[in-house]
Nanobody, 115 residues
Framework: QVQLVESGGGLGQPGGSLRLSCAAS????????MSWYRQVPGKERERVAT????????NYPDSVKGRFTISRDNVKNELYLQMNSLNPEDTAVYYC????????WGQGTLVTVSS
């Protein structure tokens, strides 16, 4: 009964910011590295950020490096993605998952970047 519930998406302006949250339950959150992913219809899911179990290690692809920041709260069992300097290419459905991935994904949260 792993549950991953994403929230915080919505309409963002180019150059603006959004903060996504992921509420995790049904597993020992602090034992897993966690990642954020995004997907556009017709394209494969793309990993955009990873954070280690304690929050001390992070990893980002070049497409978001310097703009996105992943963090976690192991007391609240929550994962976050701070998205700054948004551009239209960030428009996607964003998902969270542990690593290795749990095979059932959450509903995701839609981020639309448009003026």
């Amino acid at each position: 009964q792993v549950q991953l519930v994403e929230s915080g998406g919505g309409l963002g302006q180019p150059g603006g910011s959004l903060r996504l949250s992921c509420a995790a339950s049904g597993f020992t959150f602090s034992n897993y590295a966690m990642s954020w992913y995004r997907q556009v219809p017709g394209k494969e899911r793309e990993r955009v950020a990873t954070v280690g179990t304690t929050g001390g290690t992070t990893n980002y692809p070049d497409s978001v490096k310097g703009r996105f920041t992943i963090s976690r709260d192991n007391v609240k069992n929550e994962l976050y993605l701070q998205m700054n300097s948004l551009n239209p290419e960030d428009t996607a459905v964003y998902y969270c998952n542990r690593r290795p991935n749990y095979p059932s994904w959450g509903q995701g949260t839609l981020v639309t970047v448009s003026s």
